[in-house]
């Protein structure tokens, strides 16, 4: 093959895609350089091409089981790719609005802490850490793809989840805790600006960027418990005024016959109705909606109603404000064995052996006894005290269904790239950006539908902090220890400036529109907020088929006259 045995040419064509916006010989675009006959190997060899593929090969089904000779089956089978893809944001929107708010708001309540603590921890983690884990486990990933897919994400997640948040439900912002999230954001782009702006990052670059994200934490934390302790303080003098003022008069409290109360509950069998319950639990579809509904809607829900049911199957629904928290005895009992057994195979981890015995076997052995012991120790009529531990299952099983569908959706929209021949910089903060962000977008704009805009608003600023600082800084840091210098080189591509400058730029802007506002978040505040992106986008696309020049772009003549 030419383009693995003639190795001058491969030079060559290399030194000539650093001057020229083409891809080069190790991205899976550059397949569009090579004759049809050739493209189907160059895919299958390519380890570019390998990285677009999660469970499913979106180019491998486009470029070998069809082919791009054949053009009206290409076309029908790009068009199908990007049908799937809209079916995997019904998935995400379903997953955010059945599950995991609810999940959220149980844990927020729980654990008594405000909504913008929940939002900048709780969400900010849910949200981010699929993307965190993903970087720092692959520390040798391409740092232009990185760097462009993580910057890219933060713009969108702040400018669009976050202005959508704010047209969704407005509120005020307190002063010091908005200053606190945009300065904190703001010095970390800066930061990375200036350090990487000769394309090396040193480990002590790296340390002070991670540094940053644990002051930021420290703060939020300490705010939280100084508003506690203040809560408590106003609660105390209240008590004492009252105290002061005497005791108030009570009224006599009604006898309750305990004895009649437990004779009605041990009437009732432990499992009156287990069958019924189970069954209107695992029905999919929502009856009002398939009632009120038209036949667009009612198709919508036959749509849906497979994956729905797959969900039902192996999350618990912790929902306090429902009948009997969401508990369903025979369904709780089946998720103590169908969510482990979904996060082992999913994970690829099923059949490692521990002890010679699969971790899918030891998943079951340790799952029946406690299925058991729940059957025997819970009723049919209302949950038990541990019910709130299936808190902690659902929102782990809500982040694997997300986690999971998220990467297919990246999958598929890295094929559309390559399929429309964008560069990896503008790949990584358009689509890939959009991708990787599709779950905070269902999850935030949920969340500010149900009424927790300054949780959702938080996790807005919270999730990138947490992918930009420790995700950036743990893989370059990564990175550095495995070179003599403790310094790694980071490659930012034509792209990366343009985010660098555009994140600063919608920072410091919707800094001085709160100011003007007096912290008050409006709808004209989050409108502006999506134009300003659409701009920025607009931008990077231009410089992308070089209608104008990008901050990134070497402006250069090439000096092989290539």
Not at 146 to 157: P, T
Request: with cysteine; aromatic share 12%; proline share 4%.
């Amino acid at each position: 093959m030419l383009f693995l045995q003639n190795g001058s040419l491969l030079q060559r064509s290399v030194r000539h895609a650093t001057y020229v916006n083409f891809p080069r010989p190790d991205d899976c675009s550059y397949l569009h350089q090579l004759p049809v006959e050739e493209q189907c190997e160059f895919v299958e060899m390519t380890e570019a091409c390998a990285e677009s593929e999660y469970f499913f090969n979106y180019v491998g089904y486009l470029y070998c089981t069809i082919g791009s000779d054949r053009e009206y089956l290409f076309n029908f089978g790009f068009v199908l790719l990007l049908c799937i893809c809209v079916y995997y944001f019904i998935i995400l929107g379903t997953t955010a609005d059945k599950f995991f708010c609810p999940t959220l708001a149980a844990i927020a309540k729980a654990l008594n802490i405000s909504e913008a603590l929940a939002g900048v921890t709780i969400l900010a983690f849910g949200n981010g850490s699929p993307d965190l884990f993903t970087a720092v486990a692959n520390p040798d990933a391409d740092t232009e793809l990185m760097f462009s897919e993580l910057l890219g994400s933060a713009a969108f997640v702040i400018a669009v989840i976050g202005g959508t948040v704010l047209l969704i439900q407005p509120f005020d912002f307190p002063p010091w805790s908005i200053s606190r999230d945009l300065s904190f954001f703001i010095a970390a782009i800066v930061w990375i600006t200036l350090k990487a702006a000769d394309e090396r990052f040193s480990l002590y670059d790296s340390a002070i960027l991670i540094g940053m994200y644990l002051l930021f934490l420290s703060l939020v934390i300490w705010e939280f418990i100084q508003q506690r302790q203040e809560m408590h303080r106003a609660q105390s003098l209240d008590n004492e005024a009252i105290a002061r003022a005497g005791n108030p008069t009570h009224r006599p409290m009604a006898t309750v016959n305990p004895g009649a109360g437990e004779q009605r509950v041990t009437n009732v069998p432990a499992n009156e109705g287990l069958l019924v319950d189970f069954c209107n639990h695992i029905n999919p579809l929502d009856l009002e909606e398939w009632n009120d509904g038209g036949w667009a809607t009612r198709t919508f829900c036959l749509l849906k109603a497979p994956f729905v049911l797959l969900l039902l199957l192996t999350i618990p629904i912790v929902d306090t404000d429902v009948e009997r928290d969401g508990w369903c005895k025979m369904l709780n009992i089946c998720h103590c064995l169908t969510l482990p057994l979904l996060i082992v195979f999913v994970n690829g981890v099923a059949f490692i052996t521990i002890a010679k015995v699969y971790i899918f076997v030891l998943v079951i052995l340790v799952a029946l006894p406690v299925m058991v012991v729940i059957f025997y120790t819970s009723r049919t009529d209302r949950c038990p005290r541990y019910h709130k531990l299936l808190t902690l299952m659902s929102f782990l099983g809500c982040i694997q269904v997300i986690y999971v569908v998220a990467q297919e959706v990246v999958s598929v929209l890295e094929t559309v790239g390559i399929v429309l021949k964008l560069s990896k910089s503008v790949l990584g903060l358009s689509l890939l950006a959009w991708g990787n962000s599709v779950g905070d977008l269902f999850s935030n704009v949920a969340l500010a539908r149900l009424g927790y805009g300054k949780m959702a608003f938080a996790a807005c600023f919270g999730g990138p902090l947490l992918n930009l600082c420790l995700g950036l800084g743990l893989t370059l840091m990564t990175k550095a220890f495995g070179v003599q210098d403790l310094i790694a080189d980071v490659r930012k591509g034509v792209m990366g400036e343009n985010c660098e400058v555009y994140l600063f730029q919608i920072l410091t802007t919707t800094w001085l529109c709160l100011l003007f506002t007096n912290f008050q978040g409006r709808r004209s505040v989050g409108l502006a907020m999506i134009v300003t992106y659409l701009m920025f986008l607009i931008f990077s696309f231009l410089g992308e088929f070089e209608l104008i020049h990008p901050y990134g772009t070497d402006h250069h003549p090439d000096p092989n006259g290539g």
